[in-house]
């Protein structure tokens, strides 16, 4: 009994010392840190796509050439980073790249991004390109849908022949200053945050009928096609 006792106390040691080593084993010192998130829109110069970049919504941004296969381009459909706005986590390369004597631009591997603020996606009738007849207007804007990105279902097409032009966006919302004349509208390609083409007018289309805001700015009334 003496020696039963002795053994069920060395093991009570013993299972205690090995769960207090487990609560102190310390986190490896190469564990990778965490990518800092930054503000990003979409731009462009030099003829390639970039991103304006910044640790702050508020600026200043900075033009970087984004890369790695989680960035919005290899993600997204055209239609929605076009216009895209940001949040995304990501690392400098320490590689800059320039373009025909144009500018330097600073490599950016994005490791993963999300909305920053309403999820823009552009409409414009009469495009070749099939992926900016898609009508976009039951999708959520608070997160992207499915149909957002590049293997998602397709939603549906416009008929863009039967397109009638209602009216111009009167005001940018994410601009006090914006103006209401159509041929004023800044496009944004420098500075998307100032682009004319986010903003909400009231438009009554008919039974049959969808309301398109078209990248353009313009608001049209469209028939869908199906899937």
Request: glycine share 8%.
């Amino acid at each position: 009994m003496y020696l039963a006792a002795l053994t069920l106390l060395g093991a009570g040691f013993a299972g205690s010392y090995y769960f207090a080593s487990a609560r102190s084993k310390p986190v490896p010192i190469n564990a990778p840190p965490i990518a800092p998130e930054y503000f990003a829109e979409q731009t462009s110069d030099c003829g390639v796509d970039l991103l304006n970049l910044a640790e702050s919504d508020s600026g200043p941004f900075k033009r970087v050439l984004a890369v790695g296969a989680n960035r919005p381009r290899e993600k997204l459909r055209r239609n929605v980073w076009e216009q895209g706005r940001y949040r995304v986590r990501g690392r400098f390369t320490g590689k800059s790249h320039e373009f025909q004597g144009c500018a330097s631009f600073p490599e950016f591997e994005v490791l993963e991004f999300r909305p920053w603020g309403p999820v823009q996606r552009c409409a414009s009738p009469g495009a070749l390109d099939a992926t900016l007849l898609l009508y976009t207007g039951d999708l959520p804007k608070d997160r992207y849908a499915p149909e957002d990105f590049l293997d998602g279902p397709w939603p549906p097409s416009i008929d863009d022949e039967a397109c009638r032009r209602v009216g111009a966006c009167l005001s940018d919302l994410r601009r006090a200053d914006s103006r209401s004349a159509p041929d004023t509208v800044i496009d944004g390609e420098e500075l998307p945050a100032r682009d004319g083409a986010a903003c909400n007018t009231t438009v009554t289309c008919s039974a049959n009928e969808k309301r398109v805001a078209a990248c353009s700015g313009y608001i049209w009334c469209c028939r869908l096609l199906p899937e």
